[in-house]
């Protein structure tokens, strides 16, 4: 992916090994390509699938009486090196860190999405926006009750962002 103008890189240097994180498993999905992919996972009804592995599958107990969960997965295919960048809806450059692009140091994302089924192996689920192939790091439950908060503003959003692609539920 090219650099835009006014963005800024790091020295791919900089990226160290700090964490210990393993994969549980991988998300199915019908996007091929970052261009198939929505912006926002709530833009598609596709169906999509995340695949447990074997040793983890206990881990999904009681994950059935949920009607939501959060999946956080790796952008496997993100840069890692931009700090700040431009978005293609918004007028300037901004930190990495008030973005939500998969382009970033860690490219750890996250989706709420609808749990339509547990089954042995995997879930089937809605509104997710990964590439078919996309490496599983974790499933929460939702709660409402502590998960969302309403009144929460991006004020940049707010001022910058044309009113057709401002992120909607």
Same mark, same amino acid.
């Given at each position: 992916?090219?650099?835009?103008?006014?963005?800024?890189?790091?020295?791919?240097?900089?990226?160290? #090994?700090?964490?210990?994180?393993?994969?549980?498993?991988?998300?199915?999905?019908?996007?091929?390509?970052?261009?198939?992919?929505?912006?926002?996972?709530?833009?598609?009804?596709?169906?999509?699938?995340?695949?447990?592995?074997?040793?983890?599958?206990?881990?999904?107990?009681?994950?059935?009486?949920?009607?939501?969960?959060?999946?956080?997965?790796?952008?496997?295919?993100?840069?890692?090196?931009?700090?700040? #960048?431009?978005?293609?809806?918004?007028?300037?450059?901004?930190?990495?860190?008030?973005?939500?692009?998969?382009?970033?140091?860690?490219?750890?994302?996250?989706?709420?999405?609808?749990?339509?089924?547990?089954?042995?192996?995997?879930?089937?689920?809605?509104?997710?926006?990964?590439?078919?192939?996309?490496?599983?790091?974790?499933?929460?439950?939702?709660?409402?009750?502590?998960?969302?908060?309403? #009144?929460?503003?991006?004020?940049?959003?707010?001022?910058?962002?044309?009113?057709?692609?401002?992120?909607?539920?």
């Amino acid at each position: 992916m090219p650099v835009r103008p006014g963005e800024l890189e790091l020295d791919a240097n900089c990226l160290t #090994q700090d964490a210990w994180l393993s994969f549980i498993g991988h998300i199915e999905t019908p996007f091929q390509t970052r261009a198939d992919c929505p912006r926002n996972g709530r833009k598609t009804d596709e169906i999509a699938y995340v695949h447990v592995k074997e040793e983890f599958r206990p881990a999904l107990k009681s994950l059935e009486t949920c009607s939501h969960v959060i999946v956080f997965y790796w952008m496997h295919e993100a840069m890692r090196t931009l700090v700040q #960048q431009r978005p293609k809806f918004a007028e300037s450059i901004h930190g990495t860190f008030a973005l939500r692009s998969p382009n970033r140091p860690n490219p750890i994302s996250i989706s709420v999405v609808e749990l339509l089924d547990v089954l042995p192996d995997r879930l089937k689920i809605r509104y997710i926006d990964c590439l078919d192939g996309t490496p599983l790091l974790d499933i929460k439950p939702y709660f409402h009750q502590t998960d969302a908060i309403p #009144q929460a503003e991006v004020g940049w959003h707010a001022s910058e962002v044309k009113e057709e692609e401002k992120i909607k539920i």
